[in-house]
T-cell receptor
């Protein structure tokens, strides 16, 4: 059982380029989430999806977009990357609703130059 | 608004010492849920525990214990007889009854020195 996979593991990207971070889960969880982790700021929610076909904005959504065409996949797109988007990105999934824990992927380390 | 404060940014203790990680939360909900996650050096976050606001019993799991005090809005985490493998960043988190998402604290980096 893979749980949650993220790709790529790491990426160096030129500013202005478009980039999609991939996230796939095999636990049939309804809810999926994208976070970024920055030193001193902890984990901040970018976007989330309660179920396939729906998405919502988190704390820091600007510059990012997501889609949820099916239960398993939840890609995060940076339309035009900027250096401030240099971060470690974590995808997570869960049963949804606040009382359920979330399960995290291994993360993607993104550097925008 | 919901908020989680982990005042200890970084802690270092010598192996076998006990250590407590503090977590203070703010919420207007009467029903809420508290979590602790561990992020070892490998980077992947690992779920440790969930606590419901209506269950104030403390929890013990091996060397780990959690002290939930509604009166002080705290949910502290104690590691007894710490080991080097406990070195990690620990996150406390909070969610409400209808929330779609969890609010994380900024984390406490714990160093266990051999």
């Amino acid at each position: 059982i893979a749980g949650i996979t993220q790709a790529p593991t790491s990426q160096i990207l030129a500013a202005g380029r478009r980039m999609t971070l991939r996230c796939t889960q095999d636990m049939r969880h309804n809810a999926m989430y994208w976070y970024r982790q920055d030193l001193g700021l902890g984990l901040r929610l970018i976007h989330y999806s309660n179920t396939a076909g729906t998405t919502g904005k988190g704390e820091v959504p600007d510059g990012y977009s997501v889609s949820r065409a099916n239960t398993d996949d939840f890609p995060l797109t940076l339309a035009s990357a900027v250096p401030s988007q240099t971060s470690v990105y974590f995808c997570a999934s869960g049963l949804g609703a606040g009382y359920n824990e979330q399960f995290f992927g291994p993360g993607t380390r993104l550097t925008v130059l | 608004a919901q908020k989680v404060t982990q005042a200890q940014t970084e802690i270092s203790v010598v192996e076998k010492e006990d250590v407590t990680l503090d977590c203070v939360y703010e919420t207007r909900d009467t029903t809420y849920y508290l979590f602790w996650y561990k992020q070892p050096p490998s980077g992947e976050l690992v779920f440790l525990i969930r606590r419901n606001s209506f269950d104030e019993q403390n929890e013990i799991s091996g060397r780990y214990s959690w002290n939930f005090q509604k009166s002080t809005s705290s949910f502290n985490f104690t590691i007894t007889a710490s080991q080097v493998v406990d070195s990690a960043v620990y996150f406390c988190a909070l969610s409400g009854p209808r929330d779609d998402k969890i609010i994380f604290g900024k984390g406490t980096r714990l160093h266990i020195l051999p």
